[in-house]
Every structure is written in C-alpha cells, then in structure tokens.
C-alpha cells in the first residue's frame, strides 16, 4: 500500500499509548489498531482531525506516501 502510517512513531515522540489516543478521540482501541496497522481502507477527516488535535501534530506526521512505481523519466 503506497499510503505509509506512522502514528506508532508520532504516539512514542508524545509518550502516549494508543488506549490513552483512543480515549481521547472517541473511537475504539480496535479501530485505532486497524488504522495504525494500515489496514484502514479510509479515515474520516473529523478522526484525523481528532488524532492531530490530541497529538498536536499535522495530517502529514501521520500519514506519508511511497509510490509503489518509481518515477519513469518525469521531467
């Protein structure tokens, strides 16, 4: 998958475990791990906005993409 979480890097760097993440936010520790997990298939923006509010973090420190094809001769 080309979209890469790292809320398990962004929660160690805030000394926060995910119970406490999902508390905070209001969803289950069960969907926090889906989506740690990058099993999630979406995320609604009002969780992202939730999980950057309680990490004061940006949408970008959580999520990142790697292209799974390398670049063909982009100018």
């Known amino acids: ?7 398990d890097q962004v929660l160690a ?19 926090l791990s ?3 997990s990058g099993k999630a298939k979406a995320v609604r923006f ?5 999980i950057c509010e309680a990490l004061e973090c940006q ?5 990142a993409f ?3 094809h390398p670049s063909k001769g982009r100018d």
């Open 1 to 7: 998958m080309p979209i890469i979480i790292n809320l």
């Open 13 to 31: 760097d805030h000394n926060m475990k995910s119970k406490e993440l999902a508390e905070i936010v209001g969803i289950t520790e069960a969907n």
């Open 34 to 36: 889906i989506l740690k």
């Open 46 to 50: 009002s969780t992202l906005e939730a």
């Open 59 to 63: 949408p970008g420190d959580i999520l």
């Open 66 to 68: 790697s292209s799974p």
